[in-house]
């Protein structure tokens, strides 16, 4: 059964926090991994890919860790502009291309003046 | 500018009557999806193609269809629409390339059937 779980949140933070959000994913052959944000009525947006053992995007990091079937999003400073829903992603194929990604039902943060 | 573009953005219609939701991508990408949002369910992959002519089943295709005729083009059928089929659609297309991947969404399109 393909499964992505999430934190449920929601995620109230004051500006400047850091916050960290989590995700399992159940298929442990799993190839590829996304972190989207989702903005309210709006199409989701790709945030960061997960390839290896993490990446770092100026205040956004995000790590995979293949062993616990766990990858994280970590923001730092955060903004009033980060207020959105995360949505964690897993591809459950390997090779080129994404063709099965299953989304987890994302967490919702805002961020308060 | 890279673009997926949908329409119709909104519609409203009734049971039984056929529709057609068609997404469009310039960006050459070879794969190409469509999802429906629900509250409490997030996103589920309803088809997806790698290639013209060449689609599969996602996680719930039931009561749809899609083609893959031209490689920008993806429609997606709703042969005989049903109320559960009340969502928000989104059609997404993908590359892979050195190693990376993108995906582009379009704006989605809310769909009401009475």
């Known amino acids: 059964r393909k499964e992505v779980e999430q934190d449920p949140g929601p995620f109230n933070v004051p500006e400047g926090a850091t916050v960290a959000f989590n995700c399992t994913y159940s298929n442990s052959a799993s190839q590829s991994f996304f972190w989207y944000r989702q903005d309210c009525r709006k199409e989701p947006k790709l945030l960061m890919s997960v390839y290896s053992s993490g990446n770092e995007d100026g205040r956004f990091t995000a790590q995979l860790n293949r062993a616990s079937q766990y990858i994280s999003l970590l923001i730092r400073d955060s903004k009033l502009s980060d207020s959105a829903t995360y949505l964690c992603?897993?591809?459950?194929?390997?090779?080129?291309?994404?063709?099965?990604?299953?989304f987890g039902k994302g967490t919702k943060l805002s961020v308060i003046p | 500018e890279a673009q997926v573009t949908q329409n119709p953005r909104y519609l409203i219609t009734v049971t039984g009557k056929k529709l057609t939701v068609t997404c469009s991508q310039n960006?050459?990408?070879?794969?190409m999806s469509w999802y429906r949002q629900d509250p409490g369910l997030g996103l589920r992959q309803i088809y997806y193609?790698?290639?013209?002519?060449?689609?599969d089943k996602g996680d719930v295709p039931e009561g749809y269809k899609v083609s893959r005729k031209e490689k920008r083009n993806f429609p997606l059928i709703l042969e005989s629409p049903s109320p559960n089929q009340t969502s928000l659609y989104f059609c997404a297309s993908s590359s892979w390339a050195s190693g990376k991947e993108t995906q582009y969404f379009g704006p989605g399109t809310r769909l009401l059937v009475l």
């Open positions: 992603v897993v591809n459950m194929n390997s090779g080129a291309g994404s063709y099965q990604l299953t």
């Open positions: 193609s790698m290639n013209v002519e060449v689609t």
């Open positions: 960006m050459n990408h070879e794969y």
